[in-house]
């Protein structure tokens, strides 16, 4: 048996970030399509980011990047989302869009173009001081094309020094996030491929160090949900990017390719005890072809499906299943949960907090999608090509 109740009130304390970038217009390396509507600048973000939140309650923080969202006055930017309900989230750093940087960043062999991916990296931290934000996240686009291009030990000595000097630099509410990603853009050696690799420089560096797992950066058949099982048994990690993938870094809507791994990733987190706010629920998408803010919404709700059916999971029942080495009787009681329809639960529990029980449906009554596209000519691109 479980406690709805208790169940409802967790679900009320989560809190899932939507990316800056994913409110601009994306595409793939074919062909970025433009949408009506698109916001032009950071705080048109903001904006359309509000609107998520209001109509879904979960959704308070946002993700920047820099440069994407550079401004002059980030102060200034904290209080435009506070006065919209929202607070600026993780920062995450660009050390890829140089032309510096065609042999890597903070890995790079010249002394000189580390010197500048360091020194933007402590930029964002400065920028975290203007903003409250508590997390850096780090994805290194760092790697090599071909065997014996550059040198695979140095390149970690280089990296393991870049992040020792931003480590150094945290304040002591901040953190770092180290992200990895098993191919792209380096085709032969990424220099961050795996949970194991973020993880051995996260534990030498020390506690502000935390992995982030973004759920598009696995080799197909890979299991996520036991990296997060043993990064959260280490106290190292640091939360999540999510997204859906079929094939690479598809970056589609969370919970969409495979809500049956979502729910099995939630499970863990539940378990585990990282349903707290130490692990930060994060989106990493891209919206190409389908409306944007629609589209943030249903991913916010596929991942308050997945936790609400990670929550109903009866732990008595499954515990002594598997004491009793019940196999299929210990299957059935995640099957359950998983197969529980918790659609009417979220929603009652959104009319308990005087929201709309269907959230897409509000939005698309509010008139915001018209009135934005009427307003709003020239939208930015979100800097993201695929
Ligand atoms: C890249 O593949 C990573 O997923 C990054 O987390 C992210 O998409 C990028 O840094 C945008 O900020
Ligand atoms: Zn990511
Ligand atoms: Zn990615």
């Not at 020390?206 to 992995?211: C, F, I, L, Q, T």
């Amino acid at each position: 048996m479980t406690d709805v109740a208790a169940v409802k009130a967790a679900l009320k304390t989560q809190a899932i970030e939507t990316p800056s970038w994913a409110y601009g217009n994306s595409g793939t390396r074919f062909k970025v399509f433009t949408q009506p509507g698109v916001p032009r600048s950071p705080r048109e973000k903001l904006d359309d980011a509000a609107k998520v939140h209001e109509f879904t309650g979960a959704a308070p923080t946002v993700a920047l990047h820099i440069p994407w969202d550079r401004v002059d006055d980030y102060a200034a930017l904290a209080r435009y989302a506070e006065e919209r309900g929202l607070r600026l989230g993780a920062i995450n750093s660009n050390t890829f869009q140089d032309d510096d940087y065609r042999l890597g960043s903070v890995c790079h062999p010249d002394a000189a173009v580390r010197r500048k991916a360091v020194a933007h990296l402590l930029e964002c931290v400065d920028i975290m001081d203007a903003t409250g934000s508590r997390d850096l996240k780090l994805w290194f686009a760092d790697g090599t094309n071909y065997p014996g291009q550059d040198d695979i030990r140095a390149r970690q000595d280089r990296l393991a020094e870049a992040l020792a000097t931003v480590h150094e630099r945290l304040g002591d509410d901040q953190r770092m996030l180290l992200e990895y990603k098993f191919f792209e853009p380096a085709f032969y050696a990424t220099d961050v491929p795996d949970w194991g690799t973020a993880y051995a420089h996260c534990l030498k560096l020390g506690d502000k160090a935390r992995v982030v797992v973004d759920t598009g950066h696995h080799a197909p058949g890979t299991n996520i949900e036991f990296i997060v099982a043993t990064l959260l048994r280490e106290g190292k990690l640091g939360g999540f990017d999510f997204n859906s993938r079929f094939y690479a870094d598809d970056d589609l809507m969370v919970g969409a390719a495979d809500p049956f791994q979502l729910f099995r990733i939630m499970y863990e987190v539940v378990r585990g005890g990282g349903f707290t706010p130490d692990v930060a629920f994060m989106l990493d998408q891209c919206h190409n072809i389908e409306a944007k803010i629609p589209a943030i919404i249903r991913s916010v709700m596929n991942v308050q499906e997945a936790t609400a059916k990670a929550l109903l999971v009866d732990r008595a029942a499954l515990a002594s299943a598997q004491a009793a080495g019940d196999v299929l009787a210990a299957n059935a009681v995640l099957m359950d949960a998983y197969d529980t329809d918790v659609r009417p639960l979220l929603a009652e529990l959104r009319e308990e907090q005087g929201l709309d029980g269907d959230p897409v449906a509000a939005y698309h009554r509010s008139g915001w999608a018209a009135k934005t596209a009427g307003e709003r000519v020239g939208g930015a691109q979100a800097g993201w090509g695929a």
